[in-house]
T-cell receptor
């Protein structure tokens, strides 16, 4: 069966510090991968998605970037964190096609101070 | 572009009572519709989805949802709520854009009173 991992689970970082969040998927090949941010009362905002290694699409301009160095690895990064980057970050995977279910990881809570 | 509206931010239901969570979408063609549930501090879990066929969809944990094209709605229902159903519920719509990106509503927080 497929599983999705995210780490760390919780992170407290100072403003201006770098960020690296990692997401890995097991049990499937060539998945679509997604990064979402969830802020209180604002639902889920899609940040990036990827349909293959090295292929990244950004949904909103921001202080963050994403990379997919391996088929089942998706990394969310920042060179300098802002206070507004605080939130709950969720990674998800799916097979291709709009009818396919997205399966979510357990999330990373990021607090920028 | 597609959009999803969940008009209720919070809903409180007594344990054992019935539940209906509202979801309205905006999309030109036949949408792909999803309901997800999120427990505090956790990821999202799929409850059910609709993309064709019978407009009444059965999901996990006793939930069901009905697609009504004329009302652009996909409301989630459960006949008898349990305390463990307390969570946040998200409706989402997917588009036939070639990629399976989803647009989520802002969620409805369900509180269950004894």
């Amino acid at each position: 069966s497929q599983t999705i991992h995210q780490w760390p689970a919780t992170l407290v970082q100072p403003v201006g510090s770098p960020l690296s969040l990692e997401c890995t998927v097991e049990g499937t090949s060539n998945p679509n991968l997604y990064w979402y941010r969830q802020a209180a009362g604002r639902g889920l905002q899609l940040l990036f998605y990827s349909v293959g290694i090295g292929q990244i699409s950004s949904e909103v301009p921001q202080n963050l970037s994403a990379s997919r160095p391996q088929d089942r690895q998706f990394i969310l990064s920042s060179k300098k964190l802002l206070l507004s980057d605080s939130g709950f970050y969720l990674c998800a995977w799916s097979l291709g096609g709009p009818q396919e279910t997205q399966y979510f990881g357990p999330g990373t809570r990021l607090l920028v101070l | 572009a597609q959009s999803v509206t969940q008009p209720d931010i919070h809903i409180t239901v007594s344990e054992g009572a019935s539940l209906e969570l509202r979801c309205n979408y905006s999309y030109g063609a036949t949408p792909y519709l999803f309901w997800y549930v999120q427990s505090p501090g956790q990821g999202l879990q799929l409850l059910l989805k609709y993309f064709s066929g019978d407009t009444l969809v059965q999901g996990i944990k006793g939930f069901e949802a009905e697609f009504k094209r004329s009302q652009s709605s996909f409301n989630l229902r459960k006949p008898s709520v349990h305390w463990s159903d307390a969570a946040e519920y998200f409706c989402a719509v997917g588009a036939e854009s070639g990629y399976s990106t989803l647009t989520f509503g802002k969620g409805t927080m369900l509180l269950v009173s004894p």
